[in-house]
């Protein structure tokens, strides 16, 4: 569990203002926990109106339509001049370059805070990079795991910019789902069933499961079953494939799509490129075995052979082996889950990440005030 650092008494409270497009359930709890904090007051500048339980905290109403649009600035900017704080957090591109801009000329200009979720390099010949990421006047950016800020770093970010911040599951965001709703969809209620919650776009890799699936059909009698919209034509073809014999089930997105990991025997993650993916934590949180492919923070989220098995990336063979391994063994196979579940409660909980990121923000203005101490003497 991460412990939040209590900060010495003083006379003030640190000021932090989140601009966000719209907030998912997840970040609605992470705000509250923010927000309870004795020395913390939040403020959310959002485009869309904030749910009832934070609508307390809700700034101006902002879209930014685009990385340069004039009009958002200067309603962020005028919100500054009165409302002036310590931390202004960014969570996306267009918010990140908007943020800035609004910050010059400014008198009292706060700590500037982005965010980046995926693993990939930056290229320097992207204007819109100029606006974010090496804009200098964002004295941090948040990386949603390891191999997001090593790929920053790799870019030339400089590494004092840079820190991961783990985010979390609240699992009592998740519809749980009765074993008997598989019925609905042909599936015996008592089926091995291993499956993913993705949109299956080819980056998810789930062709690469199905590729499997068509390898163990002669094997072992299982049911695939995959939740979310199917965006890559190969995981259609490949869910038709007779020697499935039909037990490739993709029944497309469903509200609190992560409540059907519960249903699942194995949860699999074959992705070819992922940041920290949320529907691994979700199945983790229900006590499901993963097997995760080892691309970007699936290995931060899953200990190889301790919570689960991480595979090569690209290699339906591998997947096939460890879908056989846990089939043979379920011993292990409830090892690896009651890890899984405990790792999710004890590090990837909202709780956890909600004191990871107050922790952050404690240190940025605890190094800010440090700076500025040294200038004064």
Not at 55 to 73: T, W
Not at 108 to 130: A, C, K, M
Not at 281 to 295: D, F, H, K, L, R
Request: aromatic share 6%; glycine share 8%; hydrophobic share 45%.
């Amino acid at each position: 569990m991460v412990q939040i650092s209590r900060p010495n008494l003083r006379a003030w409270m640190m000021r932090v203002l989140w601009v966000f497009g719209t907030l998912s359930p997840q970040m609605v709890g992470l705000a509250t926990l923010v927000e309870s904090q004795s020395d913390i007051e939040l403020r959310i500048i959002s485009g869309t109106p904030l749910p009832a339980e934070i609508s307390r905290l809700a700034g101006p109403r902002v879209s930014c339509r685009n990385k340069i649009d004039f009009r958002a600035q200067q309603q962020i900017r005028e919100y500054l001049k009165s409302e002036p704080c310590d931390v202004a957090h960014a969570y996306s591109g267009r918010n990140m370059a908007n943020l800035a801009g609004a910050c010059w000329g400014l008198r009292q200009t706060p700590q500037l805070i982005g965010y980046r979720g995926i693993v990939d390099r930056l290229s320097r010949l992207d204007v819109g990079t100029w606006l974010t990421f090496w804009n200098r006047r964002f004295d941090r950016i948040h990386c949603v795991c390891r191999a997001t800020q090593a790929a920053l770093a790799d870019s030339g970010i400089p590494a004092a910019k840079l820190a991961t911040v783990w985010e979390g599951c609240n699992p009592q965001l998740l519809i749980a789902r009765p074993r008997e709703l598989l019925a609905e969809f042909g599936i015996p209620a008592d089926a091995f069933v291993i499956g993913t919650v993705a949109n299956a776009r080819p980056v998810k890799g789930i062709d690469i499961m199905l590729r499997s699936a068509i390898e163990l059909s002669s094997e072992i009698e299982i049911y695939w079953l995959v939740v979310g919209s199917i965006i890559d034509p190969q995981v259609a073809r490949l869910a038709r494939d007779p020697r499935l014999k039909g037990r490739a089930k993709l029944i497309g997105p469903q509200v609190s799509g992560g409540g059907f990991c519960g249903l699942m025997d194995i949860y699999v993650a074959p992705s070819r490129k992922e940041g920290l993916s949320m529907g691994i934590m979700e199945a983790m949180s229900q006590g499901v075995c993963p097997i995760v492919s080892n691309v970007g923070g699936n290995p931060e989220l899953i200990r190889h052979e301790v919570d689960g098995i991480v595979i090569p990336a690209e290699d339906p063979q591998a997947l096939s082996q460890a879908v056989r391994e846990l089939w043979l063994n379920p011993d292990t196979r409830a090892r690896y889950a009651d890890s899984a579940q405990r790792r999710a409660s004890e590090v990837f909980s909202i709780e956890a990440w909600g004191a990871r990121l107050i922790n952050s923000y404690r240190e940025l203005v605890g190094q800010s005030a440090r700076n500025a101490n040294k200038r004064v003497a």
